[in-house]
């Protein structure tokens, strides 16, 4: 069966630091990956999608970036936090489009 | 660009009453339209689903209802449980192997003892 990784599972990081979120899928081959974020007590935000190794699709102008080294692995990267960054992080695939499944998440707070 | 809008915002009801979220979209190829529940500090787990050539779907306590012609749709839960308070988001997508799911601000959803 297939699951989805995520970690860290929280992260607190102070304003101008670096970010690495990593997100990995078991089970399936070619999916279709999503990062998604969540402000407290608000939607889903999409953030970027990949649909094979090293497409990236951005949604939002923003200071964070996405990669897809691997097929099931993409990477959620920044080079400097902001405080609007803070918020909780899900990762997401899919192989059809007719059904998405989220990770667990990361709740990122940034001081 | 592709929008969904969904109402209310919160949503109270007495324990037992029934509940209905509604959503609304832009983009007239959608075809494909989930619907999310995420419980408190958890991850968005999908509840139920219908697609472009189906009116109505029932699943035991939960229905969702598609009208194409006026572009929205809309989640109905019956006889409400404590367990049902979450909050609910609804989608829609094109369903093909490249399209985004775009996704409704959701609905907080308090049930009341």
């Known amino acids: 069966s297939q699951t989805i990784h995520q970690w860290p599972a929280t992260l607190v990081q102070p304003v101008g630091s670096p970010l690495s979120l990593e997100c990995t899928v078991e089970?399936?081959?070619?999916?279709?990956l999503y990062w998604y974020r969540q402000a407290a007590g608000r939607g889903l935000q999409l953030l970027f999608y990949?649909?094979?190794?090293?497409?990236i699709s951005s949604e939002v102008p923003q200071n964070l970036s996405a990669s897809r080294p691997q097929d099931r692995q993409f990477i959620l990267s920044s080079k400097k936090l902001l405080l609007s960054d803070s918020g909780f992080y899900l990762c997401?695939?899919?192989?059809?489009?007719?059904?998405?499944?989220f990770g667990p998440g990361t709740r990122l707070t940034v001081l | 660009g592709e929008n969904v809008e969904q109402h209310p915002s919160t949503l109270s009801v007495q324990e037992g009453d029934s509940a209905v979220i509604k959503c609304t979209y832009s983009?007239?190829?959608?075809?494909?339209f989930p619907w999310y529940k995420q419980e408190l500090g958890k991850r968005p787990q999908l509840i139920i689903d219908?697609?472009?050539?189906?009116g109505e779907k029932k699943d035991q306590r939960i229905a969702v209802t598609l009208n194409k012609t006026a572009k929205h749709f809309s989640l109905h839960i019956t006889e409400t449980q404590p367990e049902d308070s979450a909050v609910y988001f609804c989608?829609?997508?094109?369903?093909?192997?490249?399209?985004?799911?775009?996704f409704g601000s959701g609905t907080r959803l308090s049930i009341r003892p």
């Open positions: 983009d007239s190829a959608s075809n494909y």
């Open positions: 219908i697609r472009s050539n189906v």
């Open positions: 989608a829609a997508s094109r369903g093909s192997s490249a399209s985004k799911i775009i």
């Open positions: 997401a695939w899919s192989v059809r489009v007719d059904e998405q499944f």
């Open positions: 990949s649909v094979g190794i090293g497409q």
């Open positions: 089970g399936t081959s070619n999916p279709n």
